[in-house]
T-cell receptor, first 115, second 113 residues
Framework: GAVVSQHPSRVICKSGTSVKIECRSL??????MFWYRQFPKQSLMLMAT?????????EQGVEKDKFLINHASLTLSTLTVTSAHPEDSSFYIC???????????FGPGTRLTVL | AQTVTQSQPEMSVQEAETVTLSCTYD???????LFWYKQPPSRQMILVIR????KQQNATENRFSVNFQKAAKSFSLKISDSQLGDAAMYFC??????????WGAGTKLIIKP
């Protein structure tokens, strides 16, 4: 199957700083990327959907000014957590969907810890 | 709103036995995809099996098969000859109209040696 990478895999930051997480499709062009948040022992919660070259669509309750999503190319989407606070600590997962492909491919996730 | 329900928070099965994980969903769409994903302790989401709603034949992938009942909106996963490596969280998901996935709460599968 196709490969999606995420970087970094783990990040620890101080409260008030910003953190950028990258999601890359390594061997296919991702027309759509999804960003999820997963709390311990819970399911995935969709945060936003991003299509290459256009603004992301955020789910209800997700602050778009806090979670900035950029999908500038067909192989890269970034999620920036701005002014991070301890409650933003979570596991963030991206997935990518290619044109004509009926399956989303998932990145390995990023564990964010805000001190 | 589309919803996916997994009513079994945890299931356990003896190694080499068969286990069935339940999933029901609610949608007004006529054609859609349904998925079962596995999330091991590494937390990497792995696609186990998928079913397109217009196909009546139940999908099968080696030891994994589904019982898809469209009228009842039921999509259960059967794992035959359970192996220790099958231990994981299993999530049922339905694809929405914008290709987003709607997830169930998950079932933790424990394999007893």
């Amino acid at each position: 199957g196709a490969v999606v990478s995420q970087h970094p895999s783990r990040v620890i930051c101080k409260s008030g700083t910003s953190v950028k997480i990258e999601c890359r499709s390594l061997d296919f062009q991702a027309t759509t990327m999804f960003w999820y948040r997963q709390f311990p022992k819970q399911s995935l919660m969709l945060m936003a959907t991003s299509n290459e070259g256009s603004k992301a669509t955020y789910e209800q309750g997700v602050e778009k000014d806090k979670f900035l999503i950029n999908h500038a190319s067909l192989t890269l989407s970034t999620l920036t957590v701005t002014s991070a606070h301890p409650e933003d600590s979570s596991f963030y997962i991206c997935s990518a969907l290619g044109q004509g492909i009926d399956e989303q491919f998932f990145g390995p996730g990023t564990r964010l810890t805000v001190l | 709103a589309q919803t996916v329900t997994q009513s079994q928070p945890e299931m356990s099965v003896q190694e080499a036995e068969t286990v069935t994980l339940s999933c029901t969903y609610d949608t007004s769409e006529s054609d859609y995809y349904l998925f079962w994903y596995k999330q091991p302790p590494s937390r990497q989401m792995i696609l186990v099996i998928r079913q397109e709603a217009y196909k009546q034949q139940n999908a099968t992938e080696n030891r994994f098969s589904v019982n898809f009942q469209k009228a009842a909106k039921s999509f259960s996963l059967k794992i035959s000859d359970s192996q220790l490596g099958d231990a994981a969280m299993y999530f049922c998901a339905q694809e929405g109209s914008n290709y987003q996935l709607i997830w169930g709460a998950g079932t933790k599968l424990i394999i007893k040696p």
